[in-house]
């Protein structure tokens, strides 16, 4: 099933092959998500984690037209670097990209579809995109949910930012049959805050739980993916009434300049960072941390199982 346009790093190849686990990471994170050099010293960082906790890093991106299963520290410094040059890629965006020879950062739509080409099971991830505020005019839903819907390829996230309608993101993956898995929580997790106001669909309590539930779907011939939403460490979660606050600014902001498209995440993200301080990129980097540790963990007992 290999696509002539992606290219599996060797030491991804090698683990794939003998049935080891292994974990993809997204690139938009890298060069959209935070400044360099923290982007790059997180990738790096997040790529040790994952092996201290026995599986194999696949970082994701487009680069100069090629899809990339695994990237090298360089690739990773030359991705951080060049940051917001490089263009957001989401679906409709990757055949343009590799048609003309360029550079994409994954969102988490790509590196699901790139993830699953190189028959990558699990994905680590920070935030996922969802149904946007307001989203019953604008019908901004972030392809992210798409996805989930049609491929097979677990995403360990730490829920999702109420700079969207965390309710209506529920009802359109239910609609699609996306099971949401509370690790060790009821609660939907709202990123910053452990917990939000909406229930999860099911609360699992151990990486081998959720591996085997995952395991499940695949076998049964069950399209679509799994999300599993793992909160912030406590010691990390912010105020949720100062981030509510910031929140609710940006979204404000964004209707008031007419923001929309592909700009409209970034803008929010971006916006609510400068709005919350340094602090919020601190807890940025150790959730995803946290959702690398969860996801290494359950890919190794994928595999063993
Ligand atoms: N939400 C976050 N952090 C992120 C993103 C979303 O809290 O980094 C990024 C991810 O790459 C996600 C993308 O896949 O934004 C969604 O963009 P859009 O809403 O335009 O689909
Ligand atoms: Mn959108």
């Keep these: 099933m290999l696509n002539k346009y992606l290219d599996i790093k060797p030491e991804v190849a090698e683990a794939l092959a003998a049935g080891k686990p292994v974990v993809a990471l997204e690139s938009t994170i890298i060069s959209h998500g935070m400044p360099y050099p923290q982007n790059v010293e997180t990738a790096l960082a997040v790529e040790q984690i994952i092996r201290e906790n026995g599986a194999v890093p696949a970082t994701i991106a487009v680069i100069g037209g090629r899809l990339k299963a695994g990237l090298t520290p360089e690739e990773i410094e030359y991705f951080g670097k060049k940051g917001l040059d490089v263009a957001k890629a989401s679906r409709r965006d990757l055949a343009v990209l590799c048609a003309r020879g360029e550079d994409g950062a994954t969102t988490v739509t790509t590196t699901m579809m790139i993830a699953h080409m190189a028959g990558i099971k699990v994905f680590a991830t920070g935030g996922i995109g969802g149904v946007h505020r307001g989203a019953e005019t604008t019908m901004d839903i972030s392809a992210d949910l798409e996805e989930l819907a049609q491929t097979p390829?677990?995403?360990?996230?730490?829920?999702?930012?109420?700079?969207?309608?965390?309710?209506?993101?529920?009802?359109?993956?239910?609609?699609?049959?996306?099971?949401?898995?509370?690790?060790?929580?009821?609660?939907?997790?709202?990123?910053?805050?452990?917990?939000?106001?909406?229930?999860?669909?099911?609360?699992?309590?151990?990486?081998?739980?959720?591996?085997?539930?995952?395991?499940?779907?695949?076998?049964?011939?069950?399209?679509?993916?799994?999300?599993?939403?793992?909160?912030?460490?406590?010691?990390?979660?912010?105020?949720?009434?100062?981030?509510?606050?910031?929140?609710?600014?940006?979204?404000?902001?964004?209707?008031?300049?007419?923001?929309?498209?592909?700009?409209?995440?970034?803008?929010?993200?971006?916006?609510?960072?400068?709005?919350?301080?340094?602090?919020?990129?601190?807890?940025?980097?150790?959730?995803?941390?946290?959702?690398?540790?969860?996801?290494?963990?359950?890919?190794?007992?994928?595999?063993?199982?």
């Design 153 to 305: 390829v677990m995403v360990v996230c730490a829920g999702a930012k109420s700079i969207l309608d965390l309710g209506l993101t529920l009802e359109y993956l239910e609609t699609h049959g996306v099971p949401v898995i509370g690790y060790g929580t009821d609660k939907l997790p709202a990123f910053f805050t452990r917990d939000s106001e909406f229930g999860v669909d099911y609360r699992m309590d151990t990486a081998e739980e959720i591996a085997k539930a995952f395991k499940t779907q695949n076998e049964m011939g069950l399209r679509g993916g799994m999300l599993v939403a793992n909160p912030i460490p406590v010691e990390y979660s912010m105020d949720s009434k100062v981030i509510s606050a910031a929140i609710d600014q940006a979204v404000k902001e964004a209707e008031e300049q007419g923001v929309h498209g592909k700009e409209t995440t970034p803008f929010l993200l971006a916006r609510v960072t400068e709005l919350t301080g340094g602090n919020s990129l601190e807890s940025n980097i150790q959730l995803v941390f946290n959702n690398a540790r969860l996801a290494a963990k359950i890919s190794a007992s994928y595999c063993e199982n």
